[in-house]
């Protein structure tokens, strides 16, 4: 029976019969309920809870650290109980560290060479070079990465800017841009040197072009001319193999390049990739 007890700072409500509470308390006559549902109406309390079960403390077992902050408790943990952690009972806390480095893979391919310009005779531009890396560390951080354009043929006196530009991943690694084609003028006949080179030409004179050279890839082809009386151009250089001098009417064909499937599908890169050519 609850009963409303006066004191020097008001009143107080006790519950008669309690002595020392629900859970033992120094305060006489005070409760302590768990999961209290208590409603008042004018003249009168009612009380009512649910019995909370008393699990004993948990004083052994593993924690597992899950994530930086997290932990995985023992399988015999309950809900709702204790874990009693004593300098006796707990030898260690594993700290979680952040991996300072990582095992990368990347594909870095570089902008190809151009043409060697619009007249009958020009070589083909070569490959852009390709770098194809797996599982390497690499710190942490950020970086710049460097997508470099194709070449573009201007003039037979302008031979640097058909040259491709270079692609890279800050200092880590860098893909060469594919060299230039030869042209059909003699000034620039022979083909660009790149990560690929460049096809040589052939000129009005039947002068044959040489193919660039390809570092680390491979060379363009040698501009012969053919054997229709038509000048014709050398292939340039792939990624996996040389570019081919011209046959009967055709200019020569570019090289392959290689495949990746970094971005999920096996794709060619650096290269024709053509079997029907």
Not at 96 to 113: E, K, M, R
Not at 179 to 187: D, E, I, K, V
């Amino acid at each position: 029976m609850w009963r409303s007890e006066k004191t020097k700072a008001g009143s107080d409500l006790i519950w008669d019969g309690v002595e020392l509470g629900i859970a033992q308390s120094p305060t006489k006559g005070t409760a302590i309920i768990q999961n209290a549902n208590i409603a008042t109406e004018q003249g009168e309390v009612m009380a009512s809870y649910a019995r909370v079960s008393q699990q004993p403390a948990l004083v052994s077992g593993t924690l597992t650290p899950d994530g930086a902050t997290d932990f995985t408790g023992p399988a015999n943990l309950r809900v709702g109980q204790w874990i009693k952690a004593t300098a006796s009972t707990v030898s260690s806390i594993p700290v979680f560290n952040a991996p300072t480095t990582l095992a990368v893979d990347y594909l870095i391919v570089a902008g190809g060479g151009a043409g060697g310009g619009c007249n009958i005779g020009a070589g083909g531009g070569g490959a852009g070079g390709e770098v194809i890396a797996d599982a390497t560390a690499i710190a942490v951080g950020n970086y710049l990465v460097k997508i470099g354009n194709g070449g573009q043929y201007l003039s037979s006196t302008i031979l640097t800017e058909s040259d491709g530009k270079p692609s890279s991943i800050a200092t880590i690694d860098t893909a060469d841009g594919g060299g230039g084609g030869g042209s059909s003028f003699l000034a620039s006949v022979n083909g660009r040197p790149g990560g690929n080179g460049g096809g040589g030409g052939f000129t009005d004179l039947s002068v044959q072009g040489l193919g660039g050279i390809g570092t680390p890839g491979f060379n363009g082809g040698l501009g012969t001319g053919g054997t229709t009386g038509r000048a014709k151009g050398g292939g340039g250089g792939g990624a996996s193999e040389a570019g081919a001098a011209p046959v009967t009417d055709r200019a020569g064909k570019g090289g392959n390049g290689l495949t990746s499937a970094i971005s999920g599908t096996s794709t060619p890169y650096g290269g024709l990739s053509c079997s029907n050519f």
